[in-house]
């Protein structure tokens, strides 16, 4: 294990608390620690200071470290370079906003999810779609020569299947 001095030193994890609410959560990072669920606890303290850095003036810190602790909880790294989920300043208060993949990553760790597929259909391509006894159902024939252009998309989906036999779209 990474020792609290070495995740604390600037050389561990690249970042500096420099705004109230980032000095906050270094402060109370020890008791936050202890509820880190899932995640390199380096890689976690340094997105959630680099974050809080972000957080100006009028933002409670106190409400800085119970979003931490909160992300914590639920082992998702905050930040754009995962899209996980984001720390997001409302009403001086700091909010816990978690994303589709937040939400996807949650649902594999808690094993309700068995897989997951989604797609765009594009100008030209044919989708089915239709219901039968055994659930909903969409067949998608993709050109070979596919233009991704988000011009050319129409529409998108996710088909996905469930670990106790359920599946959706």
């Given at each position: ?84 989920a ?51 159902r ?28 359920g599946?959706?779209?």
């Amino acid at each position: 294990g990474i020792s609290w001095e070495a995740i604390m030193s600037e050389g561990a994890s690249g970042i500096v608390a420099r705004s109230e609410c980032a000095k906050s959560c270094e402060r109370e990072w020890p008791r936050v620690r202890e509820f880190l669920k899932g995640c390199d606890p380096v890689q976690f303290y340094a997105a959630c200071i680099a974050e809080m850095n972000g957080m100006g003036e009028g933002v409670r810190p106190g409400s800085a470290v119970v979003a931490m602790k909160n992300l914590a909880l639920v082992g998702l790294i905050p930040g754009s370079a995962l899209k996980l989920a984001w720390f997001i300043p409302f009403k001086g208060m700091v909010s816990v906003v978690i994303g589709y993949r937040g939400y996807v990553e949650l649902a594999f760790a808690g094993s309700f999810l068995k897989d997951l597929h989604s797609d765009v259909v594009l100008r030209g391509e044919e989708v089915r779609y239709w219901k039968d006894e055994t659930g909903p159902r969409l067949l998608h024939e993709v050109g070979l020569e596919r233009n991704e252009d988000i011009d050319n998309v129409i529409g998108a989906y996710c088909i996905y299947h469930t670990r106790n036999g359920g599946r959706g779209i």
